[in-house]
């Protein structure tokens, strides 16, 4: 018996989001791994970091433009990654956005936007890799960015525990569904990471040390934590886990 591969070599994945944060360092892992990485975000100028970031690793990297809650851009974008790249294996949805609120003062604007973003926009940009790793006909792998409101209730964040509690149900549902297509759907729930959608958290040095408490580990997610799950779930050595999501939180899940 040989150990199914963690080798991306000839792989050509897309990842959304990718302009900073844990989309800039799952590209890197992936590109490290092997894989040429497509990557997309709004702002044109910080996926430019990232290009060069994968470009020094030796893989082939492209920075393309996009906003994931227009459905419609999806499949243009997902269409021109493969173009690109010869092909389309991977997709990490991955882009994503947070703004604490009471929920007494939630209103339908933002609801609309973390929902958009967040869940909304994941189901269609990994429609349309599903269809084109259908057309293919050479099956692919998806992982989905899920968190820790995944699992549990954390006030003043509902719409966003909301779309990464329907974020998880629809990595379940879409694995069953696809996994004749040979598409395999997983993800991952980091625990907490400082990047710039948390970082109004880390200026309170009072919720740093309530929350290191809470944390087994005993200290915050890294940006080289982050790839080695993805990784493992895009590669073969994960053909037979779908549908399923690894926290990488260090042991905050486990002990609450
Ligand atoms: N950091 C954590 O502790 C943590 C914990 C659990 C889960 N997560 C999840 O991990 C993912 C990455 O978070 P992060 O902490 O790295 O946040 P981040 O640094 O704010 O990065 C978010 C990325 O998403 C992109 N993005 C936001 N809205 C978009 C849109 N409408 N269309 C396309 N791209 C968009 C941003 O680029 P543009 O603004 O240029 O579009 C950026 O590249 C998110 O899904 C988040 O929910 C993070």
């Known amino acids: 018996m040989t150990l199914a591969s963690f080798d991306l070599s000839g792989r050509r994945a897309l990842v959304t989001g990718a302009s900073r944060g844990l989309g800039r360092a799952i590209a890197t892992a992936l590109a490290g791994a092997g894989a040429d990485v497509a990557v997309t975000a709004r702002s044109a100028e910080s996926l430019e970091e990232t290009v060069a970031a994968v470009a020094a690793t030796g893989r082939r990297a492209i920075a393309l433009r996009q906003d994931v809650r227009d459905a419609a851009g999806a499949t243009a974008v997902v269409a021109e990654a493969g173009e690109a790249l ?50 293919a006909g050479r099956g692919g792998a998806m992982v989905n960015l899920c968190s820790l409101t995944s699992y549990v209730g954390i006030p003043t964040a509902v719409p966003y525990g909301a779309s990464k509690t ?91």
Not at 86 to 100: R, T
Not at 228 to 238: I, T, Y
């Open 86 to 135: 010869g092909g389309l294996d991977i997709l990490v949805n991955n882009a994503g956005i947070e703004q604490v609120r009471a929920s007494l003062d939630v209103d339908e604007a933002l609801w609309d936007r973390i929902v958009d973003t967040n869940l909304k926009g994941a189901f269609f940009v990994a429609q349309a890799a599903a269809r084109a790793m259908a057309k």
């Open 166 to 256: 329907g974020l998880l149900g629809m990595t379940r549902a879409l694995s069953a569904e696809w996994a004749p297509l040979g598409i395999r759907v997983n993800a991952i729930a980091p625990g907490y990471f400082r990047t710039a959608m948390t970082e109004v958290f880390y200026e309170n040095d009072d919720w740093q040390a309530a929350m290191l408490g809470k944390i087994p580990q005993r200290r915050f997610g890294e940006a080289g934590d982050i790839g080695g799950a993805v990784v493992f779930l895009a590669s073969d050595a994960a053909a037979y886990v779908t549908g399923h999501c690894i926290p990488v939180d260090g042991g905050y899940l486990a002990s609450i």
